[in-house]
Nanobody
Framework: VQLQASGGGLVQPGGSLRVSCAAS????????MGWFRQAPGKEREFVAY????????SYAGSVKGRFTISRDNTQNTVYLLMNSLKPEDTAVYYC?????????????????????WGQGTLVTVSS
């Protein structure tokens, strides 16, 4: 699976942005998908997860209620809609894919459990 993230950019605090991740391959629907982010000088951190069944989602506490993850298996794409953006949301956002039978949302919050990564897209929240 190859992943291509896009949609990053500069947005003002309080604004919204949607980033996308397009996947190659014919088995996208069997993969669990996650979004992670990495700010300068910080470790990569979990943002959101959506299961292969499209119904199971989980979020980091810092984004819960502001971000929404979704996927369109007919388009091989996963999205992250970000509302009420804050300067501390500034980071490179990465999408990742995991092929696993685990169902624990905690399992999918750990970067080491993902098999494929996109190249990242930069989101800058600043006035």
């Amino acid at each position: 699976v190859q992943l291509q993230a896009s949609g990053g950019g500069l947005v003002q605090p309080g604004g919204s942005l949607r980033v996308s991740c397009a996947a190659s391959g014919r088995t996208f629907e069997t993969y669990h998908m996650g979004w992670f982010r990495q700010a300068p000088g910080k470790e990569r951190e979990f943002v959101a997860y959506i299961g292969s069944n499209t119904r199971t989602t989980s979020y980091a506490g810092s984004v819960k209620g502001r971000f929404t993850i979704s996927r369109d298996n007919t388009q091989n794409t996963v999205y992250l809609l970000m509302n009420s953006l804050k300067p501390e949301d500034t980071a490179v956002y990465y999408c990742a894919a995991a092929w696993s039978t685990y169902t624990s949302t905690y399992y999918y919050s750990l970067p080491r459990n993902y098999d494929y990564w996109g190249q990242g897209t930069l989101v800058t929240v600043s006035s």
